[in-house]
Structures are given as structure tokens and as C-alpha cells.
């Protein structure tokens, strides 16, 4: 893949937003994909309200014995305790969205490859699709990349916990790194299918293939993450980011691979 082209240094994130957004319209214009699309997402969000539920209710006894244990008793003890508790809810919200992502994209694997190839397909389709992985190997491959995926959540969730114990800035600071940093990761988990059907497998793979266009990606992830925080959002939200995932990898794989996206698309 070529390097982006020299331009304004919005431009790039900007376009990583658009994408996501244009994933979003794939509901109008396809809605019967996106609600079979919604139908995994449902069910990894049953299982995931269940741990978000104990996470929220154990944040302020979490929040007390840490911001009191470091702080002590007093209004210095009662600042860290709050922050120690917005910081368990941000940290834990990081872990809730990448696990939701890899459980549902696990779950609706079918679904949101046939989502990918309707998109492909109405923006011009490709020239030279490279076949499908047998499904069985494909869902292995999937699980432990997820997996991956869930771990590095997990660690930096623990180094947000630490920056969001930071009195007033931290917790913001906090979530604008979760946003970031989670929005990474969820771009790679999403661009999975659409990069491997131009040969782009793996997940060193992908990493390599989206590293020139980084403010793209980190964008369009970042703003997948938003969408997920929405209540409800996710479960909308998920058939449309791989609308917009695709629409992504459309745009940072130019090349004779690929045929030139429809002016009206």
C-alpha cells in the first residue's frame, strides 16, 4: 500500500471519520443487511450488560478503598476516591467495548462478511477478490486475534486506571487515551475481513498495511468507540462500522486491485 498523499493534516483524520459516518447511511440504503447485521450484537450485548452491571455497581466501593487507601481520610482522600472511581468505569468501558467487538464480530462472522461484500460490490466491487479462508479457519484466526485484542485492553485499561487517579485531569485525559488507543484496536478488528479479501490476513498484516495511514485509522476507530458508548448504540452501530470499515479500506488501498468508487456512491 502507498503512503497517503501530502496534504493538510486534517484531512486524514477527517477522512476516518467520513467513513465511519458513510457506514452509518448503509442503514438507508441497505437496512434488511444492517437489522440481520444487529441480530449478533444483541446477543454479546446480554452477556456484556451483565458484566458492565457489576463493574458500574462495585466502581464507588472500588473508588473508596483505593482513593482513601492512598489519600486517607479528609477532602484529599474524598478527590481521589472519585477519581479512582471514574477511573474504574473508564477503564472498565474500554474492556466492555473491545470484548463486545471481538464477541459480536465472532458471533455474526457470516453476517458481516456479507455486509463487507454488498458494500464492496455497490461501490464498484473488485477487480481480484482473493477467496475466502475455509470458515472453520477463518473463526480460529478470529478468535485468538481477538483474544490478542482483549489483552492489550486489559493492560491499558490498568495504565488508565492510573492516569484517571490523577485529580480533575486525569479522568479526562483518561478517556480521550481509551478513545484513542481502543479506537486502534477496533479499527483492526474491523478492517479483518475487508483487508483479507485483498490478501491482507493477518493481524502484523493488517498493522503493516494501515501504519501510513494511522490518523485515518486511529479516526475512524475512535469514532466507532463513541458510537459504542451510546446505550444501545453498539447494537445499531455494528453492522454499520463494517460498512464503514470497508469503505475505509477502500480508501487506503488504491491500486489495480480495486475498481474506481461510483461518483454517486
Known amino acids: ?46 452477556v456484556l450488560a451483565l458484566v458492565v452491571a457489576v463493574v458500574v455497581s462495585r466502581a464507588d466501593w472500588l473508588g473508596d478503598r483505593v482513593g482513601h487507601g492512598i489519600g486517607g481520610d479528609g477532602w484529599w482522600g474524598d478527590l481521589l476516591a472519585i477519581a479512582a472511581a471514574i477511573a474504574v468505569v473508564v477503564a472498565g468501558g474500554l474492556v466492555a467495548v473491545l470484548l463486545f467487538a471481538t464477541l459480536t464480530l465472532t458471533i455474526g462472522q457470516p453476517f458481516f462478511e456479507a455486509i463487507s461484500r454488498r458494500v464492496d460490490e455497490r461501490l464498484g466491487g473488485l477487480v481480484e477478490a482473493v477467496p475466502d479462508e475455509p470458515w472453520t479457519r477463518a473463526a480460529i484466526r478470529g478468535v485468538g486475534e481477538g483474544l490478542i485484542t482483549v489483552a492489550i485492553s486489559i493492560a491499558v485499561s490498568l495504565a488508565l486506571f492510573a492516569v484517571g487517579l490523577i485529580p480533575i485531569a486525569g479522568s479526562a485525559t483518561a478517556f480521550a487515551l481509551g478513545a484513542l488507543i481502543g479506537g ?18 493477518s493481524r502484523r498484516e493488517r498493522i503493516s498495511a494501515l501504519r501510513p495511514y494511522r490518523a485515518r485509522t486511529v479516526a475512524f476507530g475512535a469514532a466507532v468507540f463513541l458510537l459504542f458508548l451510546i446505550p444501545l448504540g453498539a447494537v445499531l452501530a455494528m453492522p454499520a462500522t463494517i460498512a464503514g470499515a470497508t469503505i475505509l479500506v477502500r480508501g487506503v488501498t488504491p491500486g489495480p486491485s480495486l475498481e474506481p468508487e461510483r461518483p454517486d456512491a
Open 184 to 201: 486502534r484496536l477496533l479499527a483492526l478488528e474491523l478492517t479483518s475481513y475487508p483487508l483479507a479479501r485483498r490478501g491482507v490476513v
Open 1 to 46: 500500500m502507498s503512503a497517503p498523499r501530502s496534504s493538510a493534516w486534517w484531512r486524514e483524520p477527517v477522512e476516518g471519520v467520513r467513513a465511519a459516518l458513510r457506514g452509518l447511511r448503509t442503514w438507508a440504503t441497505d437496512p434488511r443487511a444492517m437489522l440481520l447485521g444487529a441480530v449478533p450484537g444483541f446477543v454479546s450485548l446480554v
